[in-house]
């Protein structure tokens, strides 16, 4: 078999139009003919039981991608859930890339299966075909008389196992654009009955995470850091460690910002650790207070902003007969996924070796790891593993603990694996977190209750600005994924201007689940409600009367109506009080009805969460669901108790008990509808999160108290 052009063309090409699609090689290039199992294309790999394995590109946290592009393969090949099983993509970019991404091989974004829902359905199609075309030969009929149905090739009044023809399909050149089915001929895709793929190991314990990882002869190694972002090492005294049994010996990294402690075991590697004396650099370390950064950035919010991203005048605020004003404050967060940090990095046998993780980015410490062990890049590889949890956490730029893990390699004489664990404590006190944030809102109203001049001015810490992804999300000095969620907000706003203030990171950044649009999406639903009833106007009524003719408007209003519908809107029992929110983040449309009990005073309960979302197709409705409550239950979450606060630099919180997460008894219910739709899938991993949270404000407001102040406790808001 031959390609017509060459392999980075050919990927070149497909990626602008949307697929890569190579059938009849292995990632490695060789044809995959003569051998039990058969790799028909990148993605698909099916033995001669007729067994198919869908190879996923993205890596799996707990967002379904294992289960939803699974699903496309079977969806498109004709065999059943029960006869496809998945595993994760090595580490090439050139194969397994995000389309989304450029040349990087990543998750993130929500673009899953917005990037490769295409991308799969041609893989599963390209396979399907050839498959047909083999049976075709071996029975002397044609290829389009055939047909497979749950794994079985029949047609000609003949049937067979599909396994029967895999390696003659192997050796043949798949069409160049296969055959799609259409959405009638679907009977997974969409199918509300398809469960989970995962689900099973996962429940019985046989899933394997990058912390079940033990090695033969592995060292465990946990790092001191600085207690103070910025700090470094100036040296340490390990004389009380070496008495810890397990221990084996510490040592400073390479890039002075951490001693690493080796040990036999993780237990060991703990106790040794804290019997460190570690004197610290600190001339250049953060020493502000949490009060300080907040003052900073509503200072910034006062004066004139640093860009003008709409590139507009607000309008007349001077003639508004009604001038509504809020300020917001959205603190510092951290992600406190369930599994810490860890990963694993071994020898191999071709002087390569191996990273053992779960791998959100492998791009990235791909490079870092050949950059930091002097070895080529086709020298590292990766093994992605299941992650318990992410939430944005584990898609570092410039991929922090896999590094911290290859220097604490590189200096042993690499004969043994060494595994990097955190502790959450580590995590919560020394990692990354979602940027502190302030809003200032300022809208003026006619005297009929019209929207006059709608001014806000955004200030806060940039994620971008300083990584890799700058060139891609920073432009005219702008990061887009401050603004995100106001600036392009679909509503119709005469008079609208945004202004944005870079202020002084505090610590080290991160995109935190939905990133910009956790606090942009809080501060315009929460305006939207407060100027909806200055102008004596209800709050749904009042939005859809804001959303035009585009096609993003439509999608919001239709996700407004039935959330409102089917939450019950307006008719809350008697006790109860109801805010809606809406929001388009990541391609999709999510409207939240939040129903609340009690009152700030005595607490809040939430009784009933009614969510309605548009993500275009949606692949595996169950698993879309679950993203959805999973988004609720995390922005509602944060958004009641948590945030992260300095003490002269210094991280206060530590661990679940001063950083608490969602509780069980804290949301009643959480009911989803999904509106059917034939655009093309996008995001859901995040866009359930930024509507929750301003539901719940605005249902709290209509007790009396405006929660502008965030968490919510900070603003005297107590729940049951």
Request: charged share 20%; glycine share 10%; hydrophobic share 45%.
């Amino acid at each position: 078999m031959t390609l017509k052009t060459s392999r980075r063309g050919f990927l070149k090409s497909a990626a602008a139009a949307g697929a890569v699609l190579m059938v009849g090689l292995r990632p490695d290039g060789a044809l995959a003919a003569g051998s039990e199992t058969a790799q028909l294309n990148p993605f698909v790999k099916i033995n001669d039981q007729g067994r198919v394995v869908a190879i996923i590109k993205h890596f799996e946290k707990g967002q379904g991608p294992a289960t939803g592009l699974s699903t496309l393969i079977a969806e498109e090949i004709g065999v059943t859930m029960d006869q496809i099983d998945y595993e994760f993509a090595p580490s090439n970019a050139e194969l397994y890339a995000n389309l989304f991404f450029g040349g990087f091989q990543g998750t993130g974004g929500s673009t899953a299966m917005a990037n490769s829902f295409m991308q799969y359905r041609q893989a599963g199609a390209a396979a399907r075909a050839v498959i047909l075309e083999a049976a075709a030969q071996a029975w002397g009929v044609e290829a389009g008389s055939l047909d497979i149905v749950d794994g079985m090739v029949i047609g000609g009044g003949q049937s067979a196992p599909l396994g029967d023809f895999v390696a003659a399909a192997a050796q043949l050149e798949a069409p160049a654009e296969p055959v799609l089915k259409t959405p009638e001929q679907w009977r997974l895709i969409g199918n509300p009955q398809v469960r989970r793929l995962d689900s099973e190991i996962k429940g019985n314990g046989t899933a394997m995470y990058a912390m079940d990882v033990h090695l033969p002869n592995q060292m465990v190694v946990m790092l001191a850091r600085p207690e103070q972002s910025g700090g470094l090492v100036a040296s340490f005294d390990d004389s009380e460690a070496k008495s810890i049994k397990g221990f084996i010996r510490a040592a400073t990294l390479p890039n002075n910002a951490a001693v690493a402690v080796y040990a036999e075991n993780t237990w060991a590697a703990m106790q040794a650790r804290d019997a460190l004396s570690v004197e610290w650099d600190l001339s250049a370390a953060e020493t502000r207070d949490s009060a300080q950064i907040k003052e900073e950035i509503l200072a910034a919010l006062e004066g004139d902003a640093e860009y003008n991203v709409t590139k507009t005048e607000a309008g007349p605020m001077d003639q508004a007969a009604k001038v509504i004003e809020k300020t917001f404050y959205f603190p510092l967060l951290a992600h406190a996924p369930m599994e810490p940090l860890t990963c694993t990095i071994e020898a191999n046998e071709d002087g390569g070796v191996t990273l053992h993780d779960g791998a959100q980015m492998p791009t990235g410490p791909q490079m870092a790891l050949a950059q930091i062990l002097q070895l080529p890049m086709d020298k590292v590889r990766i093994n992605t593993m299941l992650a318990g949890g992410s939430f944005g956490r584990r898609a570092t730029p410039n991929a922090d603990y896999q590094v911290e893990a290859a220097l604490a390699f590189a200096i042993t004489d690499r004969t043994r694996p060494v595994k990097l664990v955190w502790s959450r404590e580590d995590d919560v006190r020394g990692g990354m977190y979602r940027p502190a944030f302030g809003h200032k809102v300022k809208v003026g109203l006619s005297a009929e209750g019209e929207i006059l001049a709608w001014e806000h001015r955004i200030a806060g810490q940039s994620i971008m600005k300083g990584t890799a992804f700058e060139s891609m999300m920073v432009h005219d000095g702008i990061d887009h994924s401050s603004v995100e969620g106001v600036s392009d907000t679909p509503y119709t706003l005469p008079g609208f201007r945004v202004g944005l203030t870079d202020t002084k990171k505090a610590t080290s950044t991160l995109w935190w689940r939905s990133v910009g649009h956790t606090h942009t999406g809080y501060a315009m639903e929460a305006m939207m409600d407060l100027v909806a009833k200055a102008a004596d106007r209800d709050p749904v009524e009042f939005r859809l009367a804001h959303l035009g003719d585009s096609a993003d408007a439509k999608r919001k209003a239709a996700v407004l109506k039935l959330a409102a519908e089917k939450g019950n809107w307006g008719n809350a029992p008697e006790g109860r009080s109801q805010g809606i929110a809406v929001h388009k983040s990541f391609g999709s449309f999510v409207a939240e009805v939040v129903e609340i009990s009690g009152n700030p005073d005595d607490g809040v309960q939430i009784e009933k969460v009614t969510c309605a979302v548009d993500c275009g197709i949606a692949v595996n409705p169950d698993v879309v669901k679950a993203q959805i409550e999973g988004g609720v239950g995390y922005g509602l979450g944060h958004v009641m108790r948590d945030e992260i606060t300095l003490t002269g630099g210094v991280v206060d919180q530590s661990n679940f008990p001063d950083y608490e997460p969602l509780r069980i008894g804290d949301i009643g219910a959480i009911e989803t509808h999904i509106i059917p739709s034939a655009e093309a899938p996008s995001g859901i991993g995040e866009p359930g999160t930024p509507p929750s949270a301003p539901a719940l404000a605005n249902a709290i407001a209509n007790t009396g108290v405006i929660v502008a102040n965030l968490p919510m406790i900070n603003d005297g808001v107590e729940f049951a």
